[in-house]
């Protein structure tokens, strides 16, 4: 069942009922200032930082789920039907409702009793402020008398503190009113060590307003049925303390067929250290007036709202397809590049299911991220790789986790998690063989934030390299210290207790457990630090890091490899996780995914084997489970993986973020039928049809899906922030469509479905546009003929030329 549908031309999801299995959101602001938005007009708004500068409320755990949004509530004065354009919080039985979820902008249109509302909301290209532009249209055929009333609850700018501290915060709300409360400040800790302040304004004589939520709501009310709204009348109330929140009253009798537009501005501005006030306690609102006076008109919220779209569609054209596969070209066109941009923005601290307070930026979730978003913007993935480098430790460890706002490692988490220095590798030389620009090798890059120990980037490359090379255990096999890839497995950790953290419990630097996992990466992203060594022309160290690749290699396919498949692990007795000789949680999907990719066994018949045995025990309808049999007890040895019941997360989900390694897998072995029936199966556009099992928003991968022995077989859960978005896009436009960046150039190797047809690919890739034509002959893999504006070319790759600003390519397959 569908809750929707797919408006591409229009590059949106529709939504056509408020009472969507979940809520269904969007993300708003390209840059520093954020909204989440759902389909019922819930969610908040921060900026730059989700837990340090929150500017409106937004309670996780709530009942209703979705609530305390930014909400307009429309009042006929005549009957007292009062109602919103996004259906919540009142819930008044809508005539009409829509929610279209654009790039970075929503609209709500919805009508009751002959009166429409049109809502539609995005935060500008270059102003910290999100822009709502309400439209209410009288239908009906005699004069309508109504009010419209607003509302936003601040937060207390720091989102955690706000929801614990409230001795102190009940007693700290600031607030000022200007023109008769058109323009709400909030301006709460401003007289102490903050230099910023909110704003909430509207851009017309209002006929009240309320900054106290006591006074609006009524003390014993919820959103859902305010004071005010019922009285029909603002009290005018001065928050001093409790909980300040910006609402306007407007009062309008509109003709029959009269319109009325009004724009909303809420904002963000952070004034000089020196120039903080305009007289004694009156905050400095020069450049707030002068951010406002940039949306007070129809026109500019047009001309702002179309360099919006103009932007998104610049993007987009750096990798468009078009093939008769409409789905394929939805995904990759619009939604799935999409998302990209919201996880490279939003790492995992901000969702419906990420509370914005818990995680900063993620060393190997942000490194991951840009996989998939470096080819829409490099320079914005080159500042990220330096800032995530400069989290780095000497030894070639990291902070797990870092705070955007500071940019500083963030301590409660520590390191220790041995995956993460080789994913610094591998955005790197993702970034490089996009661009080119070697110059970002040789920049300075500090350690831990501390510039007196700084090293080239290159340097630090070096340290993850042989922070890996030098942290083996018995088996030759990488040390996996806290967790690999896998945070939920645990081996050094032996979490008894409640209140012990799986994680950063015991033992972490454990010099015994294993990860063949970590073994894959190290092959595969070690090749790349060799070619990015040769690239700069160290020849004996590309030699040194092959030779070091050769041993990992060697034990991945020996003491890494169980028969039928790869091992996943070994734990701290040096005993086999993921092996055929476990009672549960024989097989996991991380090595067989991740080694074959790497081309480990690809020459030994390994990996056929191992991706025959991925179909065989984790494959189900919905897409690929991380692991089988589930487990079914606690393993203490283990760690969180097991604490899970059967079929949810890390225990037998389908965690989505690694169905594209079995995919590229299948890829490397030339299985198109394979590599794109996987694909599909975790493909939210494919999926639509089932939005009442999948739950999730059908425009966007979610973390996992509920594997075969859950429950809610099919379900998925932790929607939009997962490291899914950026590998599906490498999948699907890399390795199935085949379109990879080379340090030399383009390289053109599609592997796709016996029955996919010929397509068509623009790629801008450094300073050229590349229009690519495949001609498929029916061949899942194999180019035969390659040529370049008019000329055959040798081999695969598209060799890049300095000047030529566009490249002609026919491919044909076969
Ligand atoms: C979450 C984490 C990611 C981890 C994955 C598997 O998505 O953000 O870092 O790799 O779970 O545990
Ligand atoms: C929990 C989650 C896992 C996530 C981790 C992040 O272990 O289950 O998915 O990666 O937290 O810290």
Same mark, same amino acid.
């Given at each position: 069942?569908?809750?929707g549908?797919f408006?591409?031309?229009?590059?949106?999801?529709?939504?056509?009922?408020?009472?969507? *299995?979940?809520?269904?959101?969007?993300?708003?602001?390209?840059?520093?200032?954020?909204s989440?938005?759902?389909?019922?007009?819930?969610?908040?708004?921060?900026?730059?930082?989700?837990k340090l500068?929150?500017?409106t409320?937004?309670?996780?755990?709530?009942?209703?789920?979705?609530?305390n949004g930014k909400?307009?509530?429309?009042?006929?004065?005549?009957d007292?039907?009062?109602?919103?354009?996004?259906?919540?919080?009142v819930?008044?039985?809508?005539?009409?409702?829509?929610?279209?979820?654009?790039?970075?902008?929503?609209?709500?249109?919805?009508?009751?009793?002959?009166?429409?509302?049109?809502?539609?909301?995005?935060?500008?290209?270059?102003?910290?402020?999100?822009?709502?532009?309400? /439209?209410?249209?009288?239908?009906?055929?005699?004069?309508a008398d109504?009010?419209?009333?607003?509302?936003?609850?601040?937060?207390?700018?720091?989102?955690?503190?706000?929801?614990?501290?409230? +001795?102190?915060?009940?007693?700290?709300?600031?607030?000022?009113?200007?023109?008769?409360?058109?323009?709400?400040?909030h301006?709460?800790?401003?007289?102490?060590r903050?230099?910023?302040?909110?704003?909430?304004?509207?851009? #017309?004589?209002?006929?009240g307003? =309320?900054?106290?939520?006591?006074?609006f709501?009524?003390?014993?009310?919820?959103?859902?049925?305010?004071?005010?709204?019922?009285?029909?009348?603002?009290?005018?109330?001065v928050?001093?303390?409790?909980?300040?929140?910006?609402?306007?009253?407007i009062? @309008?009798?509109?003709?029959?067929?009269?319109?009325?537009?009004?724009i909303?501005?809420?904002?963000?501005?952070?004034? *000089?250290?020196?120039?903080?006030?305009? #007289?004694?306690?009156?905050?400095?609102? %020069?450049?707030?007036?002068?951010?406002?006076?940039?949306?007070?008109?129809?026109?500019a919220?047009? %001309?702002?709202?179309?360099?919006?779209?103009?932007?998104?569609?610049?993007l987009?054209?750096?990798?468009h397809?078009?093939?008769?596969?409409?789905?394929?070209?939805?995904?990759?066109?619009?939604?799935?590049?999409?998302?990209?941009?919201?996880?490279?923005?939003?790492?995992?601290?901000?969702?419906?299911?990420?509370?914005g307070?818990?995680?900063?930026?993620?060393?190997?979730?942000?490194?991951?991220?840009? @996989?998939?978003?470096?080819?829409l913007?490099?320079?914005?993935?080159?500042?990220?790789?330096?800032?995530?480098?400069?989290?780095?430790?000497?030894?070639?460890?990291?902070?797990?986790?870092?705070?955007?706002?500071?940019?500083k490692?963030?301590?409660?988490i520590?390191?220790?998690?041995? =995956?993460?220095?080789?994913?610094?590798?591998?955005?790197?030389?993702?970034y490089?063989?996009?661009t080119? =620009?070697?110059?970002? @090798?040789?920049e300075?890059?500090?350690?831990?934030?501390?510039?007196s120990?700084?090293?080239?980037?290159?340097?630090?490359?070096?340290?993850?390299?042989?922070?890996?090379?030098?942290?083996?255990?018995p088996?030759?096999?990488?040390?996996?210290?806290?967790?690999?890839?896998n =945070?939920?497995?645990?081996?050094?950790?032996?979490?008894?207790?409640?209140?012990?953290?799986?994680?950063?419990?015991?033992?972490?630097e454990?010099?015994?457990?294993?990860?063949v996992f970590?073994?894959?990466?190290?092959?595969k992203?070690g090749?790349?630090?060799? +070619?990015?060594?040769?690239?700069?022309?160290?020849?004996?160290?590309?030699d040194r890091?092959?030779?070091?690749?050769?041993?990992v290699y060697?034990?991945?396919? /020996?003491?890494?490899?169980?028969g039928e498949?790869?091992?996943?692990?070994?734990?701290?007795?040096?005993?086999?996780?993921?092996?055929?000789?476990?009672?549960?949680g024989?097989?996991?999907?991380?090595? +067989?995914?991740?080694?074959v990719?790497?081309?480990?066994?690809?020459?030994?018949?390994?990996?056929?084997k191992?991706l025959?045995?991925?179909?065989?025990?984790l494959?189900?309808?919905?897409?690929?489970?991380?692991? +089988?049999?589930?487990?079914?007890?606690?393993?203490?040895?283990?760690?969180?993986?097991?604490?899970?019941?059967?079929?949810?997360?890390?225990n #037998?989900?389908?965690?989505?973020?690694?169905?594209?390694?079995?995919?590229?897998?299948?890829t490397? @072995?030339?299985?198109?039928?394979?590599?794109?029936?996987?694909?599909?199966?975790?493909?939210?556009?494919y999926?639509?049809?089932?939005?009442?099992?999948?739950?999730?928003?059908?425009?966007?991968?979610?973390?996992?899906?509920?594997?075969?022995?859950?429950k809610?077989?099919?379900?998925?859960?932790?929607?939009?922030?997962?490291?899914?978005?950026?590998?599906?896009?490498?999948?699907?436009?890399?390795?199935?469509?085949?379109?990879?960046?080379?340090?030399?150039?383009?390289?053109?190797?599609?592997c796709?479905?016996?029955?996919?047809?010929?397509?068509?690919?623009?790629?801008?890739?450094?300073?050229a546009v590349?229009?690519?034509s495949?001609?498929?002959?029916? #061949?899942?893999?194999?180019?035969?003929?390659?040529?370049?504006n008019?000329?055959?070319?040798?081999?695969?790759?598209?060799?890049?030329?300095d000047?030529?600003?566009?490249?002609?390519?026919?491919a044909?397959?076969?």
């Amino acid at each position: 069942m569908k809750y929707g549908y797919f408006d591409d031309n229009a590059l949106e999801y529709v939504i056509t009922t408020p009472k969507t *299995p979940l809520p269904w959101i969007n993300y708003l602001g390209n840059k520093e200032f954020f909204s989440l938005i759902s389909n019922t007009c819930g969610g908040y708004t921060f900026y730059k930082d989700a837990k340090l500068l929150r500017l409106t409320r937004y309670r996780y755990n709530n009942v209703p789920y979705d609530n305390n949004g930014k909400y307009f509530y429309i009042k006929d004065n005549t009957d007292s039907v009062v109602w919103n354009p996004g259906w919540q919080p009142v819930k008044t039985t809508l005539d009409s409702y829509e929610c279209r979820h654009g790039l970075g902008y929503s609209t709500f249109t919805s009508t009751k009793n002959n009166v429409e509302a049109k809502v539609l909301t995005f935060v500008p290209m270059d102003d910290n402020c999100e822009v709502s532009q309400i /439209t209410i249209t009288n239908n009906k055929d005699k004069e309508a008398d109504l009010s419209l009333f607003s509302y936003v609850e601040w937060c207390l700018w720091n989102a955690d503190d706000d929801m614990k501290n409230f +001795q102190r915060n009940l007693s700290t709300g600031e607030v000022e009113i200007t023109d008769g409360g058109s323009t709400i400040y909030h301006k709460t800790e401003y007289r102490e060590r903050r230099n910023h302040y909110a704003i909430y304004s509207v851009n #017309a004589p209002v006929d009240g307003f =309320d900054t106290s939520r006591d006074a609006f709501l009524g003390a014993y009310n919820g959103p859902d049925s305010p004071d005010v709204v019922s009285d029909g009348k603002c009290t005018n109330s001065v928050a001093s303390g409790w909980s300040p929140i910006a609402s306007q009253q407007i009062n @309008l009798k509109l003709k029959a067929g009269e319109s009325k537009t009004f724009i909303f501005v809420l904002a963000y501005v952070e004034n *000089p250290e020196d120039d903080k006030w305009e #007289a004694p306690n009156v905050i400095n609102k %020069k450049p707030a007036i002068s951010l406002l006076s940039r949306y007070k008109t129809e026109e500019a919220v047009e %001309k702002a709202l179309t360099e919006l779209k103009n932007y998104w569609k610049d993007l987009l054209s750096n990798y468009h397809i078009s093939s008769k596969n409409e789905k394929v070209d939805r995904m990759v066109n619009i939604w799935n590049q999409y998302q990209c941009m919201v996880t490279f923005n939003m790492s995992r601290s901000a969702s419906y299911y990420e509370s914005g307070i818990g995680r900063g930026m993620g060393f190997r979730d942000s490194c991951q991220d840009l @996989l998939g978003f470096v080819h829409l913007i490099p320079d914005r993935a080159r500042q990220r790789i330096i800032d995530i480098a400069s989290t780095q430790f000497q030894d070639g460890s990291a902070y797990h986790q870092y705070q955007p706002l500071t940019k500083k490692g963030n301590s409660d988490i520590g390191s220790g998690f041995n =995956d993460d220095p080789l994913w610094l590798i591998a955005g790197t030389s993702a970034y490089v063989r996009e661009t080119g =620009d070697l110059s970002i @090798l040789k920049e300075m890059v500090p350690f831990d934030n501390d510039m007196s120990v700084a090293k080239t980037l290159m340097g630090h490359l070096k340290c993850s390299f042989d922070f890996t090379a030098t942290h083996k255990g018995p088996h030759g096999l990488p040390l996996i210290g806290r967790a690999d890839w896998n =945070d939920c497995l645990n081996l050094n950790c032996f979490s008894e207790h409640p209140g012990e953290s799986f994680q950063t419990f015991g033992p972490s630097e454990g010099p015994v457990a294993e990860s063949v996992f970590i073994a894959g990466m190290f092959v595969k992203y070690g090749e790349e630090y060799a +070619q990015l060594c040769e690239l700069l022309g160290d020849q004996a160290e590309a030699d040194r890091a092959r030779d070091e690749i050769k041993k990992v290699y060697e034990a991945a396919i /020996t003491a890494g490899w169980d028969g039928e498949w790869f091992v996943r692990a070994y734990d701290a007795y040096s005993h086999k996780v993921g092996s055929k000789e476990c009672e549960e949680g024989q097989i996991y999907i991380e090595p +067989q995914g991740f080694c074959v990719l790497a081309g480990i066994g690809v020459k030994e018949g390994l990996a056929e084997k191992a991706l025959k045995s991925v179909e065989e025990r984790l494959d189900t309808k919905y897409g690929v489970m991380i692991l +089988q049999p589930a487990y079914t007890k606690y393993h203490v040895e283990l760690g969180e993986v097991s604490s899970y019941p059967p079929g949810y997360k890390e225990n #037998a989900g389908i965690f989505c973020h690694n169905n594209p390694w079995v995919s590229i897998a299948e890829t490397v @072995l030339g299985h198109g039928d394979r590599a794109f029936e996987i694909y599909k199966k975790t493909c939210p556009a494919y999926i639509e049809d089932i939005s009442d099992v999948h739950c999730t928003e059908p425009y966007v991968y979610s973390q996992m899906v509920a594997g075969r022995d859950a429950k809610f077989f099919g379900q998925g859960k932790n929607s939009w922030l997962t490291g899914t978005a950026a590998w599906t896009f490498v999948n699907i436009s890399q390795y199935i469509l085949g379109v990879y960046p080379t340090h030399k150039g383009l390289s053109i190797d599609p592997c796709v479905p016996a029955d996919f047809g010929d397509f068509e690919i623009t790629r801008k890739y450094r300073n050229a546009v590349y229009n690519i034509s495949v001609k498929q002959n029916g #061949a899942q893999k194999g180019i035969k003929k390659l040529i370049v504006n008019g000329k055959e070319v040798a081999g695969n790759v598209i060799p890049y030329e300095d000047g030529v600003k566009e490249y002609n390519v026919v491919a044909e397959m076969g």
